[in-house]
């Protein structure tokens, strides 16, 4: 059984393309536990890695993902599908966090997991309360994080506390695995909180060594990073 914190590797870890399959295998290939990956939507309702809802050409025209085919993709940029994706983590025995950046794909994306029986190789992530739900009523087989509010570093104490409480009874609500959270957000405080509810903390994405050694000490479930090869090395260390 692998060691806590589970080491995720981020979408274009290890100075790799964002979202190609060269970033999956850097991830596989440098130890880590768990591969994220960003997943969008096309047109023709094809899954695919892709951050962004626009995507830029070289006129410096911005075209909607929605207003563009698979085979339209290709033609521009080299994307790469979910489908492709999966076929490696089928083949390592990885887990998959699927960062999912709209509504639109969760059908697609659950199409693809089912097909292949991979329900029990991939984490969902990039959900707010109601579309943790959503997604948890649609597929309830999947394990889903909730997305933590980000933007409460500079809170007081007693709003602090507040975000702990509501973030945690979101959680809940929506019937999620654990809590996905940008690290800046997270203090000592809602580690704590969250261990008493059960409820594993996730941090993304940290690539400081001084910020990855306090939260090892901290504990946590799992640290995001795009160096796989540092956090490694800090907790073998430890």
């Known amino acids: 059984m692998n060691e806590l914190p589970l080491i995720t ?5 290890m100075n790799t393309r964002l979202n190609s399959l060269e970033s999956v295998l850097a991830g596989i290939n440098a130890g880590a536990d768990i591969v994220e990956v960003d997943v969008n939507v096309t047109k023709d309702r ?23 085919t698979f085979q339209e993709l290709q033609a521009i940029t080299n994307i790469v599908s979910l489908e492709e994706a999966l076929d490696i983590a089928m083949q390592s025995g990885i887990t998959f966090n699927l960062d999912l950046k709209t509504f639109a794909c969760v059908a697609p994306m659950a199409k693809v997991v089912k097909s292949r ?8 992530s990039g ?29 007081d104490q007693e709003q602090y506390e507040r975000y702990i409480r509501q973030t945690c009874r979101d959680a809940i609500a929506a019937a999620c695995c654990g809590i996905n959270i940008d690290y800046k957000d997270c203090r000592e405080a809602f580690l704590a909180y969250a261990r008493l509810r059960c409820l594993p903390v996730l941090l993304y994405t940290i690539d400081d ?11 946590v479930h799992s640290i ?3 160096d796989v090869h540092a956090l490694r090395s800090l907790k073998k260390g430890r």
């Open 9 to 13: 590797a981020h979408a274009g870890c």
């Open 46 to 68: 094809v899954a695919i890695l892709f951050h962004d809802r626009y995507i830029s050409l070289a006129s410096q025209q911005r075209i909607a993902l929605v207003d563009l």
């Open 117 to 124: 029986n991979m329900a029990d190789q991939v984490l969902i």
């Open 127 to 155: 959900c707010d309360k109601e579309n943790a739900a959503r997604v948890k009523q649609l597929c309830p087989e999947f394990q889903i994080l909730l997305n933590a509010d980000q933007g409460v570093a500079a809170c």
């Open 209 to 219: 060594l001084a910020e990855m050694e306090r939260f090892l000490r901290l504990g």
């Open 224 to 226: 995001t990073t795009n």
